[in-house]
């Protein structure tokens, strides 16, 4: 087995993810935890890392290239954003080493979008996007969804991200469903998939009203009240309202002709790929944890030639 | 000084509004407190009300008519619904006594729209139609906006109501305000009103792209760390995402030639009214207080002639 030759991160908000890989880019091994920048910001970036190599029984002085909420201002070191629109590549350029450490550790910067109207931010997803689309959609248009606490939706043109727009789904999701009214409505639901019909018209309708949104998030409620909506249903009905409104927001302000690509994986994934049939818009799927090693792999191949 | 005839009780989820009355319809006193619902169900609906009689040095034994919450299942005693269409005079006869007292307690119902698309229902505000349109609108038709935590947007045609729609844009502004990552953006805001610039344009923003509506919100958060956004103009966006939105829906629904009648009270009737301004929506407005107490003695004097 060849040897290790450097370590990749994806280190989100709440969660941090790492690869030990070979030089020719083989996984030699694999870290997940919900460390992400929210507990390492209490007990220290160097000490979680550290102790995810010594689990792996890997060196501690292996290089690590990073990418996501480490770099913002609250995380390890800030590694600030390229600007929009940006080359893809533009990105591998411009990493900041952390100092003050033993080992080459890289982070990667996000990319902000400065327009006065729609200002915007991304960490991590612009490493996913590289790893995503470099090897079969390097040329051409696309309209890339990458759903989550905070989905983004990328425009893409021939690996330059031309613009991207950020919805606040999956937390509002989560917020509506614990603090609001709606959290009694819902509080008995157990799992769905997006094969549910409830959640289904609700994309559907709130795609085709999305300005009836926060009326329809009503009818949740009033739907138990005066017609026994299940627990259930109540909550795919909640989601499908969400994930609707989102997709045509996305819809209403990108090219027509650009090719869908849904950057996901696990249950997400399978919600937001019943929405798009649901609403007929043609897809290809990418799995998000390969596309976010591979841009990693991508950007330590470049800074470590 | 005439004496007190009946006692007329707004009782919402977490406010309690009580007039002493006359027969002639003159206020002989008037009690405000947070003794809502929420409240009422652990401390006893009968403590409440006596306590606040008490403090009047009103007779125990008064007719009391109250209208709101206190008839919902949770509530008092459940005082059901009147199916819409329907006329507003219909809900007065509707009134349900409280069993077990000596006093004539009588509690209205609500209104229900039994709809399989869009179910929904109100507690109280029907009283407060009822007062506001009676005199001066007793016919035509009207779109009547009652703003608040589930703001209400009601049709009414000739003193009949038509249908309505409830939208939860009070309770999701409290709600992203206190519990997702906008928190941090707002909680140093100073009060605001709707002659802000922010709130304005996230008004009209919100009205004429509501798809936008999740995305804008996200604004907030990278307005500020891109364009140094103050905590101020970041939750005036917030609210006038929102308000805007709700706008919106309820326009779009509504029929085009309907007169909008603002039925609302202070600072919220302030920023329903610049955002009105904003979007050139003609109105008038209907002082909220004194609406739901006129509505409350027509009821005493339907029940009581």
């Known amino acids: 087995m060849a040897d290790a030759a450097y370590v990749a991160v994806d280190w989100g908000t709440t969660s941090f993810r790492l690869w030990l890989m070979s030089k020719s880019g083989d996984i030699m091994g ?8 929210t507990t390492a910001m209490r007990t220290g970036f160097p000490d979680v890392l550290a102790s995810h190599l010594s689990a792996l029984s890997a060196p501690a002085d292996l290089p690590v ?32 080493r952390v100092p003050g450490e033993a080992a080459d550790i890289r982070i990667l910067p996000g990319l902000a979008q400065r327009s006065q109207d729609t200002p915007d931010v991304m960490r991590g997803e612009e490493t996913q996007l ?21 989905s983004k939706w990328v425009s893409v043109s021939n690996l330059k991200v031309t613009g991207f727009s950020t919805f606040m789904t999956g937390e509002l999701f989560d917020v509506i469903s614990k603090h609001s009214i709606l959290s009694h409505a819902v509080e008995s639901a157990e799992a769905f998939t997006g094969d549910l019909p409830a959640f289904q018209s609700a994309v559907a309708e709130s795609y085709n ?3 009836m949104a926060t009326n329809r998030l009503f009818t949740v409620r009033s739907g138990q009240l005066l017609h026994g909506l299940s627990a259930t249903d109540a909550k795919a009905k909640l989601s499908g309202t969400m994930i609707g409104l989102e997709i045509a927001g996305a819809h209403s302000s990108a090219r027509k002709d650009a090719k869908v690509i849904l950057i996901a994986s ?3 994934g399978e919600l937001y790929k019943a929405a798009f049939a649901a609403l007929s818009i ?21 800074i470590w030639p």
Do not use: F
């Open 30 to 37: 694999e870290r997940r935890s919900g460390e992400g920048m």
């Open 65 to 96: 290239v990073i990418c996501g909420m480490a770099g913002a201002r609250q995380g390890w070191v800030e590694a600030g954003y390229v600007d929009v629109p940006a080359d893809l590549a533009d990105v591998l350029k411009g990493a900041v």
């Open 130 to 150: 590289l790893g995503a689309l470099s090897a079969d959609y390097s040329t051409g248009e696309q309209l890339v969804c990458m759903p989550g606490t905070h």
């Open 209 to 211: 009203n999305p300005q």
């Open 266 to 268: 696990g249950a997400l």
């Open 282 to 302: 043609d897809y290809v799927i990418i799995d998000a944890d390969d596309a976010v090693r591979r841009g990693l792999v991508a950007a330590a191949n470049a």
